[in-house]
DNA sequence: TAACCCTGTTTCACTATGTGAAACAAGAGA
DNA sequence: TCTCTTGTTTCACATAGTGAAACAGGGTTA
């Protein structure tokens, strides 16, 4: 009565309990109203008309539950070959959000890295992180995870072609990577520019190749190493949904 | 009032809305409602509850839905390493249903076919196809299948490998062969079993390996070489998106 | 500028629609 | 046999979803 519902709550429950199967195993109908939290009856109606539509199969000896074939027809029709930069748009604005710094795109080219899509925190003191820039290849969270997680024979090439500046150490930089390939994520404390750090991790596509850097970069007095850390899981998780979205 | 409900009416909606995405395109809210035959403010909340659930994304510049990242999450979790046996048996299914005629699947061991999977017409006269039965590879509409889709090494290895009978001509089976990929589909009527005929087609996985045979067979007096032409399409169609189910 | 389209969004009254408790049926163990 | 489980059906209730209509805003057109 207060707020307007602008959404349909049985629509919610029922893809709720398709978000059941995320673990591809195959499920009773009892677990499904367990994990939902909701009652056997409208689990039971609620995967009737999810059936009817093939969104999921039950099998008919165990009775159990699993996802159909129309997922598949609907991945087929993912717009996979879009560009990650439209593609991601709404994952980084979520992801934005969620934390409240900037978040950017960058991929590799040549010994760069460009800065292919950006979304602002929306904070008054915040990084402003223009799209298209290009920025060396050596130094920052972002350039880490581009170079640390590339295959080895790629990695190898880069690292001979790099002309070291004297503040860099190849061999620390060389632990620096390992490290970072063990941890899944990588940060930066003022590395680049003055007052900035900033966590980065790896987007996979669906063919397991490294395709982008997602990057959270903000103050360093806002964005401390602990809250780096604290931050690194949310950051991973969205950067792997990321690249399921792309082929 | 006559039949009880079994079924969430706000739900099917919903998922007639996702499949609006099928062709790949974004849709505009109106544009939905159209194609669903919804009206805008019922597509507006199933929209809304999509979109909160990561089902469907809104792109903020031109304000059109595209399907959402959720959709491959759940994809990657489909049991794909299941048998294809039991994992289509929804699919068999339905194609009796629509045609009618006992529907088999087929995978080649060796030199000989083992029907792995079958679900029997239920008219009265019916093609009787019992699941394990082991048949020779150089006769029958599934064999041909089996051996004109196999990659041409193998193809060629099995061919040198056939004992022909003196009833069958290589050079004429060749020839089929060659038809047969041609066609994207096989007939046979009255090669194995008198009275029988058969209509088949590939299943690719989707490394567009070879894996069965999808067969509709019943008797020829009913299953005759019009019917089978005309059914050719539905089960190439059926067998394509079966493939899709697999890996 | 104003008049007209289109969009997408909000409001609102109505009742059809979805809900969950409870009763039921049917196995599977013990 | 009895007792737990399943999955399924029934049913009375009011909530939750519906669609007409009104609204807001952005483009075109004249």
Redesign the interface.
């Known amino acids: 009565m207060e707020d307007q519902?602008?959404?349909?709550r049985?629509?919610?429950r029922?893809?709720?309990v398709?978000?059941c199967?995320?673990?591809?195993r195959?499920l009773s109908l009892t677990e499904i109203a367990g994990k939902a939290g909701l009652h056997k009856s409208t689990v039971?109606?609620?995967l009737?008309?999810?059936e009817?539509?093939g969104?999921v199969?039950r099998?008919?000896a165990t009775d159990k539950y699993?996802?159909?074939?129309?997922?598949?027809?609907?991945?087929?029709?993912?717009?996979g070959d879009d560009e990650p930069a439209?593609l991601l748009?709404?994952?980084l604005?979520r992801l934005r959000d969620q934390i409240g710094e900037t978040v950017s795109l960058y991929i590799r080219d040549g010994l760069e890295r460009v800065r292919i899509q950006a979304v602002q925190s929306n904070q008054a003191i915040r990084r402003v992180a223009p799209v298209g820039a290009r920025l060396p290849i050596y130094v920052g969270a972002s350039s880490k995870i581009l170079i640390a997680f590339e295959e080895e024979a790629v990695r190898e090439q880069l690292l001979s072609q790099l002309e070291w500046p004297p503040s860099v150490d190849e061999l620390l930089f060389r632990s620096q990577l390992a490290e970072i390939r063990g941890l899944g994520y990588a940060t930066s404390v003022e590395e680049r520019e003055p007052g900035a750090a900033a966590v980065a991790a790896p987007i996979f596509n669906?063919s397991h190749k490294l395709v982008a850097a997602l990057a959270v970069s903000g103050p360093s007095n806002r964005l401390t190493t602990d809250k780096m850390r604290e931050h690194a899981d949310l950051i991973i998780n969205a950067a792997k949904?990321?690249g399921?979205?792309l082929r």
Do not use: C, Q, Y
Not at 5 to 8: F, P, S
Not at 21 to 24: A, L, P, R, S
Not at 68 to 74: D, N, P, T
């Open positions: 519902k602008l959404t349909v049985a629509v919610e029922a893809l709720d398709l978000l199967f995320t673990d591809g195959m039971l109606r609620l009737a008309s999810l009817s539509k969104f199969v099998d008919t699993r996802l159909g074939f129309r997922i598949w027809e609907l991945a087929a029709s993912l717009s439209v748009l709404p994952e604005e669906r949904r990321m399921t979205m």
